[in-house]
């Protein structure tokens, strides 16, 4: 048991072994070098975000417009307050765990326990928080259409709100056939078709004249755009989606290919394709963490209960696993800040 | 070593009464987008953008000072692992974020439009 333990005996034998010039025994300064591996692959998947982000700078999906359901207050736009509660969540499991640490220093077992317990809730309602968000990232609300160029369009009314294809999609008796990998010439096949076809899209939008199309150019306001007459200058606002006349909306939608509904890894209906990609990697990526974080706080927390770290005379492995849990929360603020807010 | 066992209770709830705030403050910040913050740029990025980071790196800091206790470590240890971090985040971002803005110049001024 010995070697688990902080024992600060550097007076002698410098060179034998047991001694800690950094004043943290083995364990806890291998967790550290972990984190900071572990911050370093973080960083550089928000890095290569930012480099797509910078690339497609015009056309990046606003996030508040993404991410705004909040449970029970269905068809009510609610940007944020979700993810601002996820965020509270993880930061209270970060207190709770940094009192379980506390109360380990002091040797409370019992203290320990229940912190430990409730760091573990927190962990597993974020966990759950995070599969509802995935839930409607990936169902979508509205839906949009994919043009031959590969830009996305969507359809606001004449007060620029979002109109859902549902909406005004027309009702053809047309033959649709999904493409199985059987049918297929190469190797290809589709999940499932689309709620609507391009054709029903498109004479539905015919049929409702006061629909325009709102592509992903974000208005800047500038003089150029000023001039340029295929834009709707009374709902376009700076710093949001451009809005188009009728007449270019039509003139645009002309060129659609594809129906998109919700998300997946090839496209998505809230813009550029890695958007989407970049949320479930990097969300996923994290929240993969968070699970391993309960899981091992899990096994930590039966230590505690049988006593294992009572009779070890010290609760450095709960403050191991501390050091983790912290770190998950800490690339959490740094996510929250860079999908959701900035 | 930090194991002087006293309680830190105390600042922990101040820690965590901070963040929270910082978070709230954010989170408004991020629905109402005041104007003075949001049209206004500085170095390429917009005022709230800032704020957003500036208020990040600070909750960043309690976490990493109060909750994983550096605070309390030798300087040794401290500055041996904020050092490589931020001098390695700060280069990467650096690289990253020049290229990729270099790229949208490429897309905007030439011929090519779209799209991989």
């Not at chain 1, 930012?50 to 359901?69: C, M, Q, Y």
């Amino acid at each position: 048991m010995k070697a688990t333990v902080t024992t600060a005996n550097s007076e002698e034998k410098t060179w034998g072994g047991g001694n800690e010039p950094m004043g943290a025994s083995y364990g806890k300064l291998m967790m550290w070098f972990f984190i900071m591996s572990d911050a370093l692959t973080f960083s550089g998947f928000l890095a290569a975000y930012g480099f797509s982000r910078f690339k497609f700078i015009e056309t990046w999906p606003l996030a508040d417009e993404v991410f705004n359901h909040f449970p029970f207050m269905h068809g009510v736009d609610a940007p944020m307050y979700y993810v601002a509660l996820m965020t509270f969540i993880l930061i209270f499991s970060s207190v709770t765990m940094v009192l379980a640490v506390d109360a380990g220093h002091q040797m409370k077992k019992n203290k320990v326990v229940v912190y430990m317990f409730l760091t573990i809730i927190g962990g597993l309602i974020f966990v759950g928080s995070q599969a509802w968000e995935w839930k409607n990232f990936i169902k979508g609300q509205y839906g949009a259409i994919e043009t031959t160029g590969g830009s996305l369009l969507q359809f606001v009314d004449k007060d620029g709100k979002r109109v859902a294809l549902a909406d005004f999609a027309a009702t053809l008796h047309e033959e649709r056939s999904q493409l199985k990998r059987s049918d297929a010439t190469w190797f290809m096949s589709e999940s499932s078709l689309p709620s609507y076809s391009v054709a029903e899209v498109q004479a539905g939008f015919k049929a409702h004249l006061e629909l325009l199309i709102r592509t992903e150019v974000i208005y800047e306001g500038s003089a150029e755009e000023a001039k340029n007459s295929t834009i709707n200058h009374d709902l376009s606002k700076v710093k949001f989606k451009t809005v188009l006349t009728r007449e270019e909306s039509e003139l645009r939608l002309a060129q659609a290919a594809h129906v998109v509904e919700g998300a997946n890894l090839i496209r998505n209906e809230y813009g550029n394709k890695l958007f989407a990609d970049f949320f479930f990697f990097i969300t996923g990526f994290h929240g993969f963490h968070v699970f391993s974080g309960v899981i091992i706080n899990i096994i930590i927390f039966f230590n505690v209960l049988l006593g294992t770290y009572e009779r070890r005379g010290s609760y450095e492995m709960v403050e191991k696993v501390g050091l983790y849990w912290h770190f998950v929360d800490l690339v959490w603020v740094f996510v929250f800040t860079v999908f959701y807010l900035v | 070593m930090s194991h002087e066992h006293v309680s830190n209770t105390k600042r922990i709830w101040f820690v965590f009464a901070l963040l929270s705030v910082v978070t709230i403050v954010e989170v408004i910040l991020g629905i109402y987008k005041p104007a003075v913050f949001h049209l206004n740029h500085f170095l390429g990025m917009n005022l709230l953008n800032w704020i957003f980071y500036i208020l990040t790196v600070f909750k960043a800091y309690y976490i990493v000072w109060a909750f994983m206790h550096l605070e309390g470590e030798k300087s040794s240890l401290r500055w041996s692992i904020v050092l490589p971090i931020v001098f390695l985040i700060l280069y990467i971002l650096f690289i990253l974020l020049t290229e990729g803005d270099y790229i949208y110049g490429v897309f905007k001024d030439s011929t090519i439009k779209w799209n991989f």
